[in-house]
């Protein structure tokens, strides 16, 4: 009975996760779970849940979450070593060998894993809209074109992410580099989803996302100083030559460097300058270790003076599940153009700040404290298995059965 224990256990924490079923999605704003979006997951990624569960976690993680992964792996791991049976002393150098053997496999295994989760295409969750006037949409993606893109993601790579993704639309917003959506745009003959002009300024201690420019704009001199990156801002926000239909640029302040390195009265500036929108969860690691009652500060502030609040995948072409979309109701968005749906997404960002946007997002623990910050992995784990479908779930016990049941087969002595 002893060998069973471990499935057992395991098996009574699914169920007590499912008998605490919570929605996977949650409205980062007010916390409560969408109505008119859900998630879609290929038949793949339920089978094989106990990987991709967990690779989407990890993809959405900020860098204590991926320290924490690390820390909790080796700790299960060595616990799980030492529950093994004793040896006699005799054989100590045999053991030792063998349990540098199973070290180095935990390394490959761990790492394989990591790369299987943040480079391979793998199949990951979609989300869906109830209504077709809704528009799931990101601000704020990359190609190869930005230094720090991935080699070979370019146009038709990020059009073909944010598609599996559930995307309809992208603004494509390398680091001070313009054109990736237009080359989209000339080639996909008619194919979604659409890529749309932006552009990401690198300026004084912050990323300026530029929605609907028409052309490119250039960051220096104005990342020289903080009062130089204001006056820039203050020229693009009446700029109407480059933005969209006679509009100028929409201009939202990017995670994590408003935070870091103009939190406090520079808030206030930017916006004085012009800045009309904020991201307030963007899924790349440094970002996402945004405390979330700094979060909470920001979403109060956009109530307070009117300012657009946003999610962003920041994709690179790297961590391959999307974690966070944005959803706004435009009618007949379908028919216009893609200069006219820039146009009408950005007049709808300006008429109801605060109030267009959705922003959903696949629901996570984010514990205060160190002795939080501590365990936020396992809690991560169990808000995800909460999360989970129950097919999910299935599929999870499943494969913890599976590995229990071929543990005994190897441990059970042939018969005499």
């Known amino acids: 009975m002893r060998r069973w224990r471990l499935p057992l256990a395991l098996s009574a924490i699914l169920v007590l996760a499912q008998l605490l079923h919570t929605a996977p999605l949650a409205d980062v704003v007010s916390g409560s779970a969408p109505s008119q979006v859900r998630l879609s997951y290929p038949a793949f990624h339920v089978v094989f849940a106990p990987l991709t569960l967990l690779a989407d976690y990890l993809n959405g993680g900020s860098v204590a979450d991926l320290k924490g992964f690390g820390v909790w792996t080796l700790l299960v791991y060595l616990l799980l070593r030492l529950a093994l049976p004793g040896r006699p002393l005799a054989r100590l150098p045999s053991r030792a060998a063998r349990e540098a053997g199973a ?49 070979r993601f370019g146009a038709a790579a990020n059009a073909s992410w944010h598609l599996r993704a559930g995307f309809d639309v992208a603004f494509v917003t390398d680091h001070n580099v313009f054109g990736a959506a237009r080359q989209w745009q000339r080639d996909r003959a008619g194919r979604p989803p659409r890529l749309l002009d932006g552009e990401e300024l690198s ?56 935070w870091r390195n103009h939190w406090g009265a520079d808030l206030g500036r930017l916006v004085s300058a ?13 970002a996402m270790s ?67 946007v959705q922003v959903v997002a696949l629901r996570r623990a984010q514990p205060e404290g160190a002795a939080g910050r501590a365990f936020a992995f396992p809690l991560g784990l169990w808000t995800v298995l909460r999360g989970a479908s129950p097919a999910h779930a299935l599929a999870v016990g499943g494969w913890v059965w599976v590995v229990a049941l071929l543990r005994s087969r190897r441990r059970t002595p042939p018969a005499p």
């Open 103 to 151: 070290g180095l496999w935990l390394l490959v295994a761990a790492g394989l894993f990591l790369w299987w989760g943040a480079r391979w295409s793998r199949p990951i969750p979609r989300l869906v809209a109830s209504d077709s006037a809704l528009v799931i949409f990101d601000i704020h993606s990359h190609t190869s074109a930005s230094h720090d893109g991935r080699s």
């Open 203 to 258: 300026l004084a201690g912050l990323h300026l996302v530029v929605l609907g420019n028409s052309a490119p704009l250039d960051n220096m001199p104005w990342n020289a100083t903080f009062d130089s990156t204001l006056a820039l801002i203050a020229q693009l926000a009446r700029d109407t030559l480059h933005g969209a239909r006679g509009q100028p640029p929409y201009l939202v302040a990017s995670l994590p460097e408003y």
């Open 274 to 286: 012009g800045v009309q929108g904020m991201e307030i969860w963007t899924t790349s690691p440094r």
């Open 290 to 356: 945004f405390p979330s009652a700094l979060r909470s500060q920001v979403i109060a502030r956009g109530r307070v003076d009117a300012i657009g609040l946003f999610g962003a995948t920041d994709m690179h072409g790297l961590g391959y599940a999307a974690t966070v979309w944005n959803v706004t109701r435009l009618e007949g968005w379908r028919a216009l153009t893609d200069s006219a749906l820039t146009g009408a997404l950005l007049a709808r960002f300006r008429e109801r700040p605060g109030n267009a």
